[in-house]
């Protein structure tokens, strides 16, 4: 099946051995529709409980010339760092303008102390 995607396996809630933690394999899918020309696409990891940024991608130019069709895109993320337990927010900028986020819950195991992972 061509232009098809399956996913499979997604998580938004991890329990990690230890501080700072990392995830090694994620990917975010995008669908978009509406919309036609150039324009630019980029990703943040974001701390929720203070705003900070952690990492920023490059831009991802798009260019799409069918209103009426979806434009589907699956983009492999490098290693995303955690440096404490909390919620942090994989963001979505459209064009530089927010378009949404993928929330994700990191919690330290119990009985494990914050030493390194």
């Not at 990891?45 to 705003?51: A, E, I, P, R």
């Not at 927010?89 to 459209?94: D, G």
């Not at 530089?96 to 330290?108: N, V």
Request: charged share 15%.
């Amino acid at each position: 099946m061509l232009g098809k995607h399956i996913i499979a396996g997604t998580f938004g809630r991890f329990i990690v051995p230890g501080f700072p933690a990392a995830l090694q394999h994620s990917a975010i899918y995008l669908n978009v529709s509406d919309f036609n020309g150039q324009h630019r696409l980029r990703f943040r990891l974001v701390q929720l409980s203070d705003g900070k940024e952690l990492a920023t991608s490059a831009e991802i130019p798009i260019t799409h010339n069918d209103r009426l069709n979806h434009f589907e895109m699956n983009i492999a993320l490098p290693p995303l760092q955690f440096p404490a337990p909390g919620v942090y927010a994989i963001e979505v900028l459209w064009n530089e303008q927010f378009l949404g986020q993928c929330r994700i819950h990191l919690a330290l195991h119990k009985g494990e102390t914050h030493g390194p992972a």
